[in-house]
């Protein structure tokens, strides 16, 4: 187990300068010259010439990956041009929001997507099955924009129950914080939950034609039993990959959902970044994200060694 | 007993503090007046600092943190002097020499986005600590309407000292609100200072600028009475707004434009477009569209047909050059004359929904005519890098306005501005934009804007089109608004009833 973990981990280092390479890079690529994007309407040559040095726009790339990997190994990501704060403040600032609306969509995604998956499974071609998936269809095929606007207009102009959007901290009211997070979480979540749904139906019709179950039953076991302790805990195995690859998804931020809600999340933080040409807050959010994208999956790795003992060999 | 009153008077208080939420169409960027570069980021401004001057309804210039103003002979020296008793949110005075101080940051400061209309600034002089003196290096009307704007704003030389180039995070000005917190991308807070000279005019507690980029969502919010006011409502959404008797709607017509910029010689690629150049094609291009039509299908009636840098209401419009009624006969005659009966371009446009709806109708329109208008749909920054390197033909783009007319030609269309994208240059104009700005009388200037307008109408750098309405909407227990055309939402005399 410790040398596999530790191999796993050595693995962090070079694919995160890749990463790191990439973003940079790809950023590059981006058309539009940063210091005209942030010198405003006005475009006075002389802020453009001072944007220009400030982020060393004019030296090659060798020199400016460089001037920006070295800060980030000090553990200083630079700062954003456009608000004047550190990134790594706007990254501790928006982190609590994006991991509570993340943390949310996953528990509702899972608590649909796990209950209808089996569900569906167990009482496979019946009106349960078919309705199930059905409601994977359109959770799949429904724009999340779309859905949040019209849950809007349901639930915060028509019936006037929840705020319509924006975001309260949990610290100052937990009640306005989760009347504020349950729609984009809904929506966030519906939309995995769907294709939680599919995988988990699959694997559960997998494993309930195996062997072990067919004896399970034999042995006269409790459908109940056979079902909950002995299918689905192997069926859970692809889904705990696929559960930790949406989490990481969410993480990186949620930009059309966030945008609607005003949540002050990753994505928008990014989609805001990313129109501005604030190039050192796009990097630092990325690497970031990426990082946490790359723990999330060493993670679920090790998360096997709990679920499946053949692992543990 | 004491802890009992305390508790009574604090719950007194909380029945009484009223906050205004605000709905933002973006969110600003840095909040230092110096370096701020946004249109939204002046909106939340107009809470936190007071400017030497500001714009009444009429666009007329009147007094804030100064009370009058004497200009020198020579016009090169501008004497103001300063309302007495005022202090910044930190207790430190807003004197002359605080105001040496501010002009000075604003032009020496890297970084500083102010440079530009202060350049003609020589130097600041403090006569006593109620009068100030700017000495200019040439006679420069728009000066004053300069002031009204983010140049005119005073920010506490202490905490602009201590907190350098950090100030934008946390500022301290001398507006009606202070500032309390602010987190990106979702809200800013901003509370009443107390010691605010005109606070009789303050009725609220708190400030909330909430910035909510979708229209429909923060219509939806204003709907559901989460946000007392909202800016920049859709067109599409007024009509139902109308009918609702909760909310009140304000519009003005904006003192921005929007038009079309036309390469006439940026880069070669001008010379390559028959659009860019033979002046008989853009007469042609101009004669197919049909402001009017513009309006009513694309804006849905929400703005103003305009042929000049200002409204046609406005005291600068040149009278001698009048919007042109659509003439397709005449533009399919001229198209002949050029040679080129079916002339081919690339119109880039910006992504948002507006401008997409309009490139459509022009492009419709133009077709008419015998054009054959083809939509480059471009990401913004994207856009003004192409502009700025001249790799266009024509290309859609309006801008926010200044309160001076100077504000909304002289960086455009003067041989070295820095947003000139047509790469217009011509001695008469120049020497006409040079005098608009040099002359203090009102008629002379008016007379020089009128020539401009003539001659600008000739050659088309840019054909204007439209000045699109500020839309505001907010609940109908609201009192107190003035619609200035800035689009600025001013906080003194707003209540809520």
Redesign the interface.
């Known amino acids: 187990m410790s040398q596999y973990l530790l191999r796993r981990l050595a693995t962090i280092v070079p694919t995160l300068f890749f990463v790191s390479v990439l973003i940079f890079g790809l950023q590059q690529l ?5 210091a ?12 453009i010439r ?2 220009r040095a ?1 982020f060393h726009l004019d030296e090659p790339l060798p020199v400016r990956y460089w001037h920006w990997a070295s800060g980030v190994l000090q553990g200083d990501l630079g700062e ?1 041009v ?4 550190p990134v790594t403040e ?1 990254i501790l ?1 928006k982190l609590p929001v994006t991991i509570q609306l993340a943390a949310m969509a996953m528990v509702i995604a899972l608590l649909i997507g796990i209950t209808a998956g089996v569900v569906s499974a167990v009482k496979k071609d019946t009106w349960w099955d078919y309705g199930a998936n059905v409601f994977a269809l359109w959770g799949l095929s429904t724009p999340n924009f779309w859905l949040g ?1 019209l849950l ?2 349901l639930f ?2 028509e019936l ?1 129950w929840l ?5 309260v901290s949990p610290f100052e009211d937990l009640g306005a914080n989760l009347s504020a997070m349950i729609m984009p979480a809904f929506v966030l979540g519906n939309a995995i939950a769907a294709v939680l749904m599919r995988h988990t139906r699959s694997a559960m019709l997998q494993v309930l034609s195996s062997d072990y179950v067919r004896t399970a039953r034999a042995k006269g076991l409790n459908e109940r039993v056979v079902i909950l302790k002995h299918a689905l805990r192997n069926a859970l195995i692809p889904i705990i990959t696929l559960g930790a690859l949406e989490f990481g998804t969410l993480l990186s931020g949620a930009v059309l959902t966030e ?4 949540i ?1 999340g990753f994505g ?2 990014i989609v ?1 970044a990313v ?3 604030d190039y050192l807050v796009v990097q630092g959010v990325v690497l970031f994200t990426a990082t946490v994208y790359i723990t999330l999956n060493l993670l679920a790795d090790l998360a096997y060694f709990l679920v499946n003992p053949r692992m543990r060999v | 007993m004491k802890l009992l009153a305390f508790a009574l008077l604090f719950a007194v208080t909380s029945v009484n503090a009223q906050t205004l939420r605000i709905g933002l169409a973006e ?4 909040l ?1 007046p110096t ?5 939204v980021g002046r909106i939340v401004f107009a809470g936190l600092c007071d400017k030497l001057f500001d714009l009444d309804e009429k666009l007329r210039i009147v007094p804030q943190l100064a009370t009058g103003y004497e200009w020198s002979k020579d016009n090169k020296a501008l004497l103001i002097k300063l309302r007495s008793g005022v202090t910044f949110h930190d207790g430190e005075k807003m004197d002359a020499a605080a105001v040496k101080y501010n002009l000075e940051r604003h032009k020496n400061m ?4 102010r ?3 202060l350049a003609v600034v020589s130097s600041v002089e403090v006569v006593d600590p109620a009068t100030v003196k700017i000495n200019l290096a040439a006679p420069f009307a728009p000066l004053l309407a300069v002031l009204t704007d983010r140049a005119g704003m005073m920010v506490s030389p202490k905490a602009a000292e201590a907190l350098g ?2 100030f ?2 946390s500022p301290v000005c001398s507006g009606p609100f202070k500032f309390v917190e ?6 800013m807070v901003l509370e009443r200072f107390p010691n605010y000279w005109n606070k009789g005019e303050i009725h609220f507690d708190r400030i909330v600028y ?5 229209a ?2 923060r219509l ?2 204003l ?4 946000l007392d006011f909202i800016e920049r409502v859709a067109p599409s959404d007024i009509p139902s707004l109308r009918n609702d008797s909760r909310f009140r709607i304000a519009k003005i017509v904006e003192i921005g434009y929007q038009g079309i910029t036309i390469n006439l010689a940026k880069s070669d690629l001008a010379q390559k477009n028959p659009l860019g150049k033979d002046a008989r094609v853009r007469e042609a291009f101009e004669l197919s569209l049909d402001r009017d039509a513009i309006v009513r299908v694309a804006m849905d009636g929400e703005a103003q047909p305009g042929n000049q840098w200002v409204a046609p209401a406005n005291l600068y419009y040149g009278k001698s050059a009048p919007i042109p009624k659509r003439n397709i006969e005449r533009a399919k005659q001229l198209l002949k004359e050029a040679g080129v009966p079916n002339p081919s371009f690339t119109m880039m446009t910006p992504t948002t929904s507006d401008a997409q709806r309009i490139a459509q109708v022009v492009q419709a329109m133009a077709k008419d005519a015998g054009f054959d208008v083809k939509i480059h749909s471009t ?4 856009s ?3 502009a ?1 390197k001249g790799q266009f033909e024509a290309y859609l783009i309006g ?2 306005g200044r309160a001076d007319p100077d504000g909304n030609l002289h ?1 455009m269309l003067s041989c070295k501005g ?2 000139n994208y047509a790469g217009y240059c011509k001695d008469d104009v120049e020497a006409l934009i040079t005098q608009s700005r040099t002359t203090l009388d009102t008629e002379s200037r008016a007379a020089a804007y009128d020539k401009i307008a003539q001659q600008v109408q000739k050659d088309r750098p840019i054909i204007y089109l439209y000045h699109r309405h500020w839309l505001w909407a907010h609940t109908n227990k609201l009192s107190g608004l003035r619609a200035v055309p800035d689009g600025m939402v001013r906080l003194q005399g707003l209540k809520m009833n």
């Not at chain 1, 456009?82 to 704060?85: D, E, F, M, P, S």
């Not at chain 2, 909430?210 to 979708?214: E, K, L, T």
């Open positions: 981006l058309p539009g010259d940063p005209i994007a942030l010198a405003g309407e006005e475009r006075d040559p002389e802020t001072y944007l400030k954003s456009r608000i004047q704060k706007l600032e606007i809007i207009l915060a102009v006037g705020p319509a959007s924006g975001y945008q609607v809600f005003t002050p928008k933080l805001d129109f501005n040409r | 969110d600003p960027d840095v230092d370096r701020a570069r946004t249109f890297k970084g500083s986005s440079r530009g209309e180039e950090k934008g995070a602010r987190i990106a991308q979702d809200r909430q910035p909510i980029v979708d429909t969502v939806a919010n709907r559901s009475g989460q990401e913004f920054a994207t003004l890098n192409l700025d801008w926010s960086t820095p947003t």
